[in-house]
């Protein structure tokens, strides 16, 4: 009984040692694994270096001298960088920005040429299998015309000037001015008499296949200063496929000679 008693405990002590021993070797490993199924279990994701961007237009009327404006039309777009997150290290990774453009590669650049809201898609394909996510950016654009002067409408050169507001075919919001100033090649706008008073005219037109479908007058009236500036705000606008809208600037004062500037902001 004692020999049986005083063999027991050490059989249990070297059992505990043992035990200790093997579960201090299996947390190692199953710490390893953890570790690295961690790494692996990352889902993938995009890091974008910012989800709103601004594209910007710039046009400029020039004439040569013989009433034949050229427009000469800048575009200057933002570019996003995007970062895959979370891709395995034999992994191919693609692009897709839903503008027709694509890209390889864990971190690529990207210019929208059209505002509007943008689904960015990457795609990652490895010995893991597939894995795909997606990003929602959204570009907002600003633009600028520095219109000719204006010349009256009863002129026989008489034109009126046209402004394309680049509106895209989504619900925006448009807000901006026409600045109108006297260009100084006749008498300042304050000097001129009651029948002679300068004098412009806004009015916002919606298109179709080159006819005017809608018309909406913004300001109408004749003023005295050297400069006048016309504010506009549209709210929602929503056009339909194939309709653009535009600003038209008309004069009825046939000794005017003002150079409209025109900008505004569009907003998604």
């Known amino acids: 009984m004692m020999s049986t008693g005083s063999f027991g405990p050490r059989v249990t002590i070297a059992l505990l ?26 889902p993938l994701s995009i890091d974008a270096s910012e989800t709103t961007g601004v594209n910007r237009y710039v046009m400029v009327e020039v004439d040569d001298g013989d009433n034949e404006e050229r427009p000469e039309t800048t575009w200057l777009l933002h570019n996003f960088t995007f970062s895959a997150v979370g891709v395995k290290d034999d992994a191919l990774v693609t692009w897709d920005f839903g503008d027709g453009f694509t890209a390889n590669g864990a971190s690529v650049s990207h210019a929208f040429e059209q505002a509007g809201l943008h689904t960015v898609r990457v795609t990652s394909v490895g010995s893991s299998g597939l894995e795909q996510a997606k990003l929602d950016v ?56 009651p029948l002679q008073e300068c004098h412009v005219r806004v009015l916002l037109e919606r298109v179709e296949g080159g006819d005017v479908i809608e018309q909406q007058e913004l300001h109408d009236a004749t003023f005295r200063e050297n ?33 409209p500037n025109t900008s505004w902001t569009m907003t998604v």
């Open 17 to 42: 040692v043992a035990v200790l021993f093997v579960g201090l070797g299996s947390g190692a490993l199953l710490q390893s694994s953890v570790s690295n199924a961690g790494a692996s279990d990352v």
């Open 138 to 193: 959204q570009v907002d654009m600003e633009g600028a015309v520095e219109s000719d002067n204006m010349e009256c409408t009863c002129a026989p050169t008489g034109k009126s000037t046209l402004i394309d507001l680049q509106v895209i075919e989504a619900p925006v919001l448009v807000t901006g001015e026409v600045r109108v100033a006297h260009d100084g090649s006749s008498e300042s706008c304050s000097l001129r008499n």
């Open 227 to 259: 400069e006048l500036v016309i504010a506009f705000e549209l709210g929602e606008v929503d056009l339909e496929d194939g309709q653009i809208l535009r600003l038209r600037l008309e004069t009825d004062q046939v000794r005017d000679w003002h150079k």
